[in-house]
């Protein structure tokens, strides 16, 4: 076995987890999948790098200015492609087709603005992309860090549901009448999470940015395989989709080195296919189901 | 009742959609009062909570409690106004712990931690098997347990008026006079209660005042002793083979 390949996974896995919290967030209040979260960690890096290489800011504030518009357009798409709908009906699905139309107009608007051709980012002092050897694997430290920040930050997130507001949005997720019921307001509830959500694709964005180059192209193949890390991990399960999104990371990376890079694609959603399919819920049970 | 009741309803129409089920109902629950609202299945009971803590719209008529105009505002406004619906079937969050439902129970107040301490001290004092199971999910409860956590969530805000839609439903009879006692010693606490109950004779024990609701109108009304000796509430429950009396 290739240790290399095990790195490589790990560092694909962390950003498919991060693509898949990002769905949970907005998911869990809402019960509404935006189609459109892949197209907005795309937006993330590109803004990322425009603000790093364009505009030379400082890391911590492009890193600042991305997440904030990233977060205001997530909610601005909650306000006109997904509340009208929920508003008409609860338990409506029209919102699968307007999150897939605001996914093209971003995709549209951004080929505009940008071009095809991607933008190198480095990543931020003292960390860099030039490979180490750490006891035989190639890695750089970039990589490194990544990997840890996307375990610290799932474990944040699910901190976060561990405050009152956090409740609140499990209950909403439970039973939203009943919520309305203790003076709960899930709109409210749901705005904040479209915001976070969105800031939280376009935070997945930056950092994937000096791994897989800024590129207007990097949209669709993050909301498939975020998606996929999501369902497998369980919706609305962020451990569930933390360990879904290694599972991924790594079946891509062997499928590529010990078949042919040609059918990695193909051995994923084998893997995907499989495990929906004897567990249609995911490896994790309910969506948010906890033990005590 | 000289000054203004806690809560008045005054001539309300309200269904679902294309159903219309009440009909000009008028309802008045006086500060500290239990008032219960009996009738058969189907009268309109769980649909009249259901206007007055905001989950429905009226489409005629007025609310009024503690001197504002709830008619039409949003459900958690009500709330803040300190009117509390604790709704048939119970609907706790089931997958959250004992603990955790009792602190979405204060949801929006601003307490000092004391105060909150104070709180759940005050509830476990009156439910001490919500201590025990404190960290358990709530679905783990049984029926009895869930409906004391389903009240003494609603305690948590300390509101003027509690609303309570058949708490008895599916309890082993000694739950259900433990349930009823809890209920009349909140009075004690100061708490007014409008009452939905299908232990009719139970419930016109505890009550102060009883509204008889029939296929969405309010047939009689009155002190609960007169309406339980009354023949409004047989008319009511004729055809139900005597569900009222059983209780
Ligand atoms: N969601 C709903 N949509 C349409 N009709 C309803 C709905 N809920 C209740 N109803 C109807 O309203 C009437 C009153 O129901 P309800 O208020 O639940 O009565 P009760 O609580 O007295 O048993 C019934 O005829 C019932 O069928
Ligand atoms: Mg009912």
Known sequence: MDLDTLAHGLVAGSLYALVAVSFNILYRPSNVFNFAQGELVMVGAMTFASAMSVAGMPWIVAFAATLALVGMICLVEERIAVAPILKRAQTGTAWVITTLAVSLIISNLVGRIWGPDPILVKPPEPLSMDSLNVAGVRISSYEVALVICTVALVAMVERAYQTLQGKAVMAVAEDREAALMRGIDPGRLGRWSFFIGGAFAGMTGVVAAPILYASTSLGPDLLLKGFAAAAVGSIGNNRGALIAGYIIGLTEAFGAALLSPGYQEAVIFLVVLGVLLLRPEGLFGRPSARTV | ?247
């Open chain 2, 1 to 247: 009742m000289s000054e203004a009741p806690l809560l008045s309803v005054r001539a309300v129409d309200a269904g679902y959609g294309h159903v219309d089920v009440l009909e000009n109902v008028s309802l008045d629950v006086g500060d500290r009062k239990i008032v219960a609202l009996v009738g058969r299945n189907g009268a309109g009971k769980s649909t009249l909570l259901r206007t007055i803590s905001g989950l429905i719209r009226p489409r005629r008529g007025q609310i009024a409690f503690a001197g504002a105009n709830l008619a039409g505002a949003r459900p958690d406004a009500i709330v803040g106004a300190g009117l509390l619906h604790v709704a048939e079937g119970r609907r706790l969050f089931r997958r959250q712990t004992v603990d955790d439902n009792l602190e979405l129970g204060r949801y929006g107040l601003r307490l000092t931690q004391a105060e909150h301490a104070r709180r759940i001290e005050r509830i476990h004092a009156l439910f001490p098997i919500l201590r025990e199971k404190r960290g358990l999910h709530a679905g783990s409860l049984s029926g009895g347990q869930q409906q004391m956590l389903a009240i003494a969530q609603a305690m948590m805000r300390a509101p003027k008026l509690l609303m309570l839609d058949e708490p008895s439903l599916g309890l082993a009879p000694v739950l259900v006079d433990q349930v009823l006692d809890a209920i009349a010693s909140l009075r004690a606490e100061g708490v007014a209660i409008l009452l939905v109950e299908q232990m009719v004779e139970r419930a016109l024990e505890i009550a102060d005042d009883a509204y008889v609701l029939q296929n969405g109108r309010i047939i009689a009304s009155g002190p609960a002793r007169e309406i339980a000796a009354g023949d409004a509430l047989r008319a009511a429950y004729m055809g139900e083979h005597g569900a009222a009396a059983r209780a």
